[in-house]
């Protein structure tokens, strides 16, 4: 074997594959056909959960959140006048430190998960496009640009395009609609000002009816959005016509970078192919509406990294089996969310919209590492939500540990830390008496119950050999 795990792809889900592997010592390689990573903005929207999933890995959050903002107010232009609306986001909480859609363009986001990887030693390899890939029993063989590479696994996470996808055969089912579409730019342009996200609208159906400008925090650029297309290329010029028309003294100065997007809804029906996983766009796309994609691409990877490093490690390899089992019906519902907000439906989010959409309810409760019970607190397969605990806080220790075990009294179990909870923590979790809370490397209620439980439960699980290491 040349390396334990080959990822294709280092837009933001192969990096966080790849940083969760690497964080515990796994032998990665992450492979990108681009000469170098992708300058555009195009996701812009990082969602509570990803901010907590990502929290795990020390100072990957604070440094979005510093490099971002939330609570951006919009400003609608229609053909009725100006209208400004409340900002969306609430305040923190005790179990919720980020409520609040983070916003910051997408290529400032695979930066900041660039640096963290390097801390782990490990740099995406620019130029190296993955070709061909052949499953055995025993791994994979990955035929890329610049040779041929032999792992244990795979993680196919190349995009909506991905060849990985393609070259194993997996249907990519769904539609593409070539009618819905429309531009996407990041430029520089005076004479709007960045406090509010600007958006004109008018049901004429008319070229360039809707567009929307919204200003790109730690950026002096902002993202353009705009359609329904026309037959022209919409190449500088017809941007800075769209830019100009949105009052006398707004003028384009520059363009950064300008994409057509098109709808396309599709997904896999599995997510594995033997040794080969894939993750992200190379599993479903879907309408930009809601800012699921990229925050979707994170949630699989951070599934299965802690998956495929157990493993890797001793652990029972059927936990594998949970990937696809826990992750496809969370992109199922996201491809019904995202249809359903599609069309301006957006901007007058629900509140339960906005709540679907921060992912903060999604739940593994009816996956195979769920239990339905129905008793108090998070179930297993819920979110587990933060808590203070001494003076420090549930999210702060579990930072860079594997399980964590959360424990009114002392309690030894194998595999995990134990971390114990004071009364808030007790009563966010609805702890009882003599009961232990399993969360899961990736933020989730693993099993409740008293210390012999879970240690029993936990023992298939987790890493036999090796360790977490904390980069
Ligand atoms: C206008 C727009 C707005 C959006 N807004 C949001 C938003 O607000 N929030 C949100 O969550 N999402 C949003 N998205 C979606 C988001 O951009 C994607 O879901 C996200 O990029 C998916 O990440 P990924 O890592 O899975 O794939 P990608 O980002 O596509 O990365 C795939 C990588 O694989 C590489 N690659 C391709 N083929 C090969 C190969 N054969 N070998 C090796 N490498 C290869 C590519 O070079 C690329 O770097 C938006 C998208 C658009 C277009």
């Given at each position: 074997m040349d390396t334990e795990v080959v990822v294709a792809g280092a837009g933001p889900t192969g990096l966080v594959a790849a940083l969760e592997l690497a964080r515990r010592g796994i032998g990665v390689r992450l492979l990108d056909a681009a000469p170098a990573p992708f300058a555009g903005s195009r996701g812009k929207g990082l969602q509570p959960r990803s901010l907590e999933l990502l929290d795990v890995v020390g100072g990957v959050t604070d440094r979005l959140v510093a490099l971002g903002r939330t609570h951006l107010p919009v400003?609608?232009?229609?053909?009725?006048?100006?209208?400004?609306?409340?900002?969306?986001?609430?305040?923190p909480t005790p179990d919720t430190p980020w409520p609040s859609t983070l916003l910051l363009p997408q290529w400032r986001v695979e930066q900041v998960l660039r640096e963290r990887l390097a801390v782990c030693g490990v740099a995406p390899e620019q130029g190296v496009r993955v070709e061909d890939v052949a499953t055995a029993d025993d791994g994979v063989t990955v035929a890329t640009s610049?040779?041929?590479?032999?792992?244990?696994?795979?993680?196919?996470?190349?995009?909506?395009?991905?060849?990985?996808?393609?070259?194993?055969?997996?249907?990519?089912l769904g539609e593409t609609r070539e009618e819905m579409r429309m531009v996407v730019a990041?430029?520089?342009?005076?004479?709007?000002?960045?406090?509010?996200?600007?958006?004109?609208?008018?049901?004429?159906?008319?070229?360039?009816?809707w567009v929307a400008l919204c200003p790109l925090p730690a950026t002096s650029t902002w993202q353009?959005?705009?359609?329904?297309?026309?037959?022209?290329?919409p190449d500088d010029p017809v941007i800075a016509g769209i830019v100009a028309a949105r009052g006398p003294r707004v003028r384009l100065r520059s363009v950064a970078w300008r994409s057509v997007w098109r709808?396309?809804?599709?997904?896999?029906?599995?997510?594995?192919?033997?040794?080969?996983?894939?993750?992200?766009?190379?599993?479903?796309?879907?309408?930009?509406?809601?800012?699921?994609?990229?925050?979707?691409?994170?949630g699989d990877a951070m599934n299965?990294?802690?998956?495929?490093?157990?493993?890797?490690?001793?652990?029972?390899?059927?936990?594998?089996?949970?990937?696809?089992?826990?992750?496809?019906?969370?992109?199922?519902?996201?491809?019904g969310i995202s249809a359903e907000l599609s069309g301006g439906a957006m901007w007058a989010r629900t509140a339960a919209q906005v709540r679907t959409t921060s992912q903060l309810d999604l739940?593994?409760?009816?996956g195979p590492l769920g239990a339905s019970d129905d008793g108090p607190g998070p179930r297993p397969g819920d979110r587990a939500p933060d808590a203070p605990v001494g003076d420090s806080t549930l999210f702060l220790r579990r930072r860079e540990a594997d399980w964590t075990v959360l424990a009114?009294?002392?309690?030894?179990?194998?595999?995990?830390?134990?971390v114990l909870a004071g009364d808030e923590a007790i009563a966010t979790y609805a702890l009882a008496p003599g009961e232990v809370v399993a969360v899961r490397p990736d933020g989730y209620v693993g099993r409740r119950g008293t210390a012999d439980e879970v240690r029993a439960w936990l023992a298939p699980l987790t890493a036999q050999r090796g360790t977490v290491r904390a980069a």
């Open positions: 400003r609608r232009y229609g053909p009725d006048g100006v209208v400004d609306e409340p900002a969306q986001g609430r305040a610049e040779g041929t590479l032999r792992a244990r696994y795979l993680v196919g996470a190349d995009g909506g395009g991905s060849t990985v996808r393609r070259t194993l055969g997996v249907p990519f990041d430029v520089e342009l005076e004479g709007l000002d960045r406090e509010h996200w600007h958006q004109w609208g008018s049901p004429s159906g008319a070229p360039y009816s353009l959005q705009a359609g329904p297309l026309d037959d022209r290329e709808l396309n809804v599709r997904m896999v029906a599995d997510y594995r192919v033997g040794p080969v996983f894939l993750a992200g766009d190379a599993a479903h796309v879907h309408s930009p509406a809601g800012a699921q994609g990229m925050n979707t691409g994170i299965l990294g802690w998956k495929l490093a157990a493993v890797l490690r001793g652990a029972d390899a059927g936990l594998l089996d949970t990937y696809t089992a826990e992750r496809l019906p969370i992109a199922a519902g996201v491809l739940s593994y409760r009816d009114a009294s002392a309690a030894d179990v194998e595999g995990a830390t134990v």
